[in-house]
């Protein structure tokens, strides 16, 4: 097994189906990739198994405890290592990118853990996570959602699991652009016609094609995006025509 992650969770029911679907159970089949789950109320001293209490200073909601959460990570650490580096979900972290996820392939066993209620004690968070990270400005009930997002994403990259390795090296993000947008058959539906340069074989033509597509709709969806991304000469002669060519459809409309 090359990657392996451990999640900790008071839900662990809701990651079955998601663990046996699509790429990400295919890569588990084949044993690239492991996944182990932890429930924090397995590790509660508490009789009545809670894991949350009230937040102290007063205030909304439950906070979940230091003590189950510790020594969930406590145990999946001595079962994997305790080199294992430790994420915690959480609006308050680093927003999680594509290259963000390629740098997380050096790190080969990652606990995530996934918060509930408030949060969680901000001290479990000094002593026992290495770095927080967030799926974007907005916030969820659970951590679950965001450790399938940081699962999924990181498994694809990991070699084996996506069966064509160009398809992951050709999507969004991967070279700093957007991707190119992609058709099937029928070539007419709905009215609407394939681009004629897909159907003819001339994979030349199309590669310059979807060059000049990803640079198009990565300058107008994504500024942010193309302002970061150090064009080459041929990117620079592709995103010339494409700029030549959406000012003539502007003209004739
Ligand atoms: C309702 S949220 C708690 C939000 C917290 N009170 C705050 O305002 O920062 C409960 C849990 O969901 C998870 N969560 C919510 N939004 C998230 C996001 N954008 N990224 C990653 N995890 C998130 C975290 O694990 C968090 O502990």
């Known amino acids: 097994m090359s990657h392996w992650i ?21 890569g588990i089949k084949k044993g690239i990739i492991g996944v182990d789950l932890w ?6 001293d508490e009789p009545r198994r809670s894991v949350d209490d009230k937040p102290y200073g ?22 994997k290592g305790e080199d294992c580096h430790v994420i915690y979900l959480s609006p308050q972290g680093r927003q999680l990118t594509q290259n963000m996820l390629h740098q997380f392939l050096d790190k080969e066993r990652i606990i995530l853990v996934s918060g509930r ?4 004690d901000e001290r479990l968070i000094e002593s026992s ?14 951590g679950e959602v965001p450790a399938m997002a940081f699962l999924d994403g990181l498994s694809r990259l990991v070699p084996g699991v996506v069966g064509d390795d160009i ?16 058709y099937t058959r029928p070539t007419i539906w709905d009215g609407k ?18 060059k000049t597509q990803a640079l198009g709709r990565s300058f107008e969806r994504r500024p942010d995006l193309f302002g970061n991304k150090r064009l080459t000469e041929e990117e620079k002669r592709l995103f010339e025509k494409y700029l030549e060519i959406s000012k003539q459809e502007r003209t004739d409309r």
Do not use: C
């Open 117 to 120: 209620y408030e949060g969680v």
């Open 39 to 44: 429930n924090p109320r397995d590790y509660t």
């Open 167 to 182: 398809s992951v090296e050709n999507d969004s993000f991967s070279n700093g652009l957007l991707e190119y947008p992609q």
């Open 193 to 210: 016609p394939v681009p004629d340069i897909l159907t003819t074989g001339d994979h030349k033509k199309i590669d310059e094609w979807r």
């Open 6 to 26: 451990g999640i900790i969770s008071l839900f662990p029911e809701i990651f079955g189906p998601f663990l046996n679907a699509g790429v990400l159970g295919r």
């Open 129 to 142: 996570v290495d770095e927080e990270i967030s799926m974007g400005d907005y916030v969820l009930s659970g």
């Open 58 to 79: 007063g205030g909304p909601g439950m906070v979940l405890k230091a003590q189950p959460l510790g020594d969930a990570i406590k145990a999946a650490k001595s079962d």
